[in-house]
């Protein structure tokens, strides 16, 4: 479905209306990451963030929900409110900083499992929506000698444009260097809003060159580093995990009801030690099994599927965090056999829970 044109004032730069007619503006399909750090950032500086939630159906302790999806609309009013408060100019570069492998989930098992740091730079870019990205990413040859990260913004929002992209090309960079050594430098960072009063952070971050007022956003990165190998090569945990990724994805051109998927998922988080079965969750979302069932397929989901990676994504998380045994995590996301655990966590990401705990280490 084509995108209707966004009414855009760019002689002045302000949008005087958004594209809020496209149904994707409400379809909640991204983590809420980015909220959460604006609300850690607040905290830090002694900001009262309450106001910023009104009117969106959200609280704190929600957004700090991994499970949790919200729409392009809930995102960038909360985002506008945030930036309005803060008063950090540069807060898209300082929660980009924080950017790591281990905090994209299951996208980062995918990417640090991948053969090369190319594969693992299309996973991040195919997949870019399930870690909470809010501009539309796309891979372009420049040469033989470089390629690039270009980024658009989405329903033509571009006062929102410059947070985006540092928080964006940041995280990007500070994860590259994670993945192939912190000598990966951009060939050149471009992009289309005028330099800021904070470049010298740009630079001190980007170490490359830099240009403002361009027709569009792209970070360039020399060819050379798309064949440099991955320590962490692991063909079929990769698969698992890209496999696992794809649930998540919201099918190209389509509709899906974004929003039961988010709730059956919300559900599911909250009561994984009970394993709840698919006439459980209807019951609470006040559907038959019938109806549930139904909306769940026209999303291209099945409950099953859903179950599976919410208990593998929190069964991560526990490992990373490294505090509870293996058999204490197969507890925590319903198994009472941990034997049954290790089996399972196996089939979800392709290795077993030890050897992930090992990984993150």
Request: charged residues 25%; neutral net charge; proline residues 6%.
């Amino acid at each position: 479905m084509a995108r209707p044109a966004a009414l855009i004032d760019l002689s002045h730069g302000n949008p005087t209306a958004l594209a809020t007619d496209d149904p994707r503006y409400t379809a909640a399909e991204f983590p809420s990451n980015k909220l959460l750090y604006l609300v850690q950032l607040a905290d830090a500086h002694g900001v009262d963030s309450r106001a910023w939630f009104a009117g969106l159906a959200l609280s704190r302790t929600q957004i700090a929900d991994p499970a949790l999806r919200v729409s392009y609309r809930q995102a960038s009013t909360f985002v506008r409110r945030a930036l309005q408060a803060l008063g950090v100019p540069d807060a898209g570069l300082r929660i980009g900083r924080e950017g790591t492998v281990g905090g994209f989930g299951l996208l980062g098992l995918a990417m640090m499992t991948s053969r090369t740091f190319g594969e693992a730079m299309q996973s991040g870019i195919h997949y870019h929506k399930i870690c909470g990205c809010l501009l539309d990413l796309t891979f372009e040859a420049i040469s033989e000698q470089a390629v690039a990260l270009v980024a658009t913004p989405q329903f033509g929002d571009i006062e929102l444009l410059p947070f985006f992209c540092e928080e964006l090309f940041a995280s990007s960079v500070m994860i590259s260097r994670e993945l192939v050594g912190p000598e990966l430098r951009p060939l050149r960072v471009e992009l289309s809003y005028p330099r800021p009063g904070y470049a010298d952070a740009y630079t001190e971050l980007f170490q490359c060159e830099l240009q403002f007022g361009m027709p569009r956003n792209r970070m360039l990165i020399d060819t050379r580093w798309l064949a440099h190998p991955l320590p962490g090569y692991n063909p079929l945990t990769a698969k698992q995990a890209l496999a696992l990724c794809a649930q998540q994805r919201t099918p190209d051109g389509g509709e899906p009801h974004q929003e039961i998927v988010a709730a059956v998922e919300r559900l599911l988080r909250s009561q994984l030690r009970e394993q709840p079965r698919l006439n459980d969750v209807a019951r609470t979302l006040n559907l038959s099994e019938r109806s549930l069932r139904r909306k769940l397929a026209e999303s291209g989901r099945i409950f099953r599927e859903i179950h599976d990676r919410v208990r593998a994504e929190r069964a991560l998380q526990l490992l990373q965090a490294g505090t509870l045994s293996v058999a204490e995590i197969g507890g925590e996301v319903g198994f009472d056999d941990p034997r049954e655990f290790r089996r399972a966590f196996k089939r979800w990401t392709g290795m077993a829970p030890q050897e992930a705990r090992r990984g993150a280490a």
